[in-house]
Nanobody, 121 residues
Framework: QVQLVESGGGLVRAGGSLRLSCIAS????????MGWYRQAPGKQRELVVD???????TYADSVKGRFTFSRGNVKNTVWLQMNSLKPEDTAVYYC???????????????WGKGTVVTVSS
């Protein structure tokens, strides 16, 4: 059973930094895309950043230059370094992956349970 587990959320003042981590566990055959989404209160879930297996990284315009996505040498671990945080970054941040487990013949979307980031003004 594949699981995505996030950590690293919390409360920070505007201008501060946080680092989120996500580990994908289970019998994974291949990962197509991994990344982060967020959902602010009363809003739809939106892409923050993702990385495809082809090496293409896509950032939301609102986080470019402030957030940095990285992937570990063990490919099922990713991080999101968030600097210069703003109150509008307050949201639940979800780790996402499109991958194929060893027991499936098709790709599937997986989501973590989310980690809360609160930025005070």
């Amino acid at each position: 059973q594949v699981q995505l587990v996030e950590s690293g959320g919390g409360l920070v003042r505007a201008g501060g930094s946080l680092r989120l981590s996500c580990i994908a566990s289970g019998t994974i055959f291949s990962i197509n895309t991994m990344g982060w989404y967020r959902q602010a209160p009363g809003k739809q879930r939106e892409l923050v950043v993702d990385l495809t297996s082809a090496g293409r990284t896509t950032y939301a315009d609102s986080v470019k230059g402030r957030f940095t996505f990285s992937r570990g040498n063990v490919k099922n671990t990713v991080w999101l370094q968030m600097n210069s945080l703003k109150p509008e970054d307050t949201a639940v941040y979800y780790c996402y992956a499109n991958l194929r487990s060893e027991r499936d013949d098709y790709d599937m979307d997986y989501w973590g349970k989310g980690t809360v980031v609160t930025v005070s003004s």
